[in-house]
């Protein structure tokens, strides 16, 4: 039995396997995924799942472990989860920030579905990259939608607890999407659009279609407009 600072971990990096042991810990290695479910009788301090876990494989850890369980990639979000051993790294995370996050921690002790949520609404890939890793960094469960038509249907699947909309998309511009789901008086989660178009009277429609809040892209950074949510919306 393992019973001292210990690491189980599934990952091709070598580089952040390293850097494990630097830290102190006893790191115990395995390839496969499948591997780490044999390994759970041993008492590891914690887990580091390099990968995006589906949720049935990590309802099966998490049933079967006291061990913190510390997660580099994208968290399920079909259903509720007690994540009260949980660590997460957004994926893509450097290795520093993996690292810190090991020795420091950061449990979530509510269930999933009491995460905070964000959807967002936007066509410009590169954008939603930026927007994903400033949510994710902070804590946030991150879904995504690459149009109007889309983001409606995760919008009712999803149940976030902030959208994060543009205007300006394919198949269903941010105007219809407001209309549609302000006319749906089950739905009352916060939207707040966020757009770089420069019209007048653009900051005036929206509100009229039901919008909580209007910031222009181009006055804030992903992390203000995460910033701002954790002030403005989930402080009140």
């Not at 989660?189 to 039901?210: A, Q």
């Amino acid at each position: 039995m393992i019973t001292r600072a210990s690491c189980l971990i599934c990952s091709t990096d070598v580089d952040l396997i390293g850097r494990i042991v630097m830290a102190g810990f006893q790191v115990e290695y395995v390839k496969e995924r499948e591997d780490i479910l044999k390994k759970l009788e041993n008492a590891y301090t914690v887990i580091v799942l390099d990968f995006a876990p589906p949720k049935d494989f990590l309802e099966k850890i998490l049933a079967n472990t006291q061990s913190k369980i510390l997660v580099r990639g994208v968290l399920p979000t079909d259903g509720a989860l007690n994540v009260n051993q949980l660590m997460h790294v957004p994926a893509g995370s450097t290795n520093e920030i993996t690292i810190d996050r090991l020795l420091h921690g950061e449990n979530h002790s509510a269930s999933y579905q009491g995460w905070k949520k964000v959807l967002i609404i936007e066509d410009n890939n590169d954008i939603l990259e930026m927007y994903e890793v400033a949510f994710q960094s902070k804590g946030y469960v991150v879904e995504k939608a690459s149009n109007g038509l889309v983001g409606i249907t995760k919008m009712v699947q999803f149940q976030p607890t902030v959208v994060i909309l543009d205007i300006m998309m394919p198949e269903m511009d941010g105007f219809e999407v407001l209309q549609t789901l302000r006319n749906n008086t089950t739905i009352h989660t916060k939207i707040i659009v966020n757009s770089n178009l420069e019209w007048v009277d653009e900051e005036r429609k929206v509100r009229e279609l039901g919008a909580d809040y209007f910031l222009r892209k181009s006055q804030y950074t992903p992390l203000d407009v995460v910033g701002f949510i954790d002030e403005h919306i989930l402080e009140k």
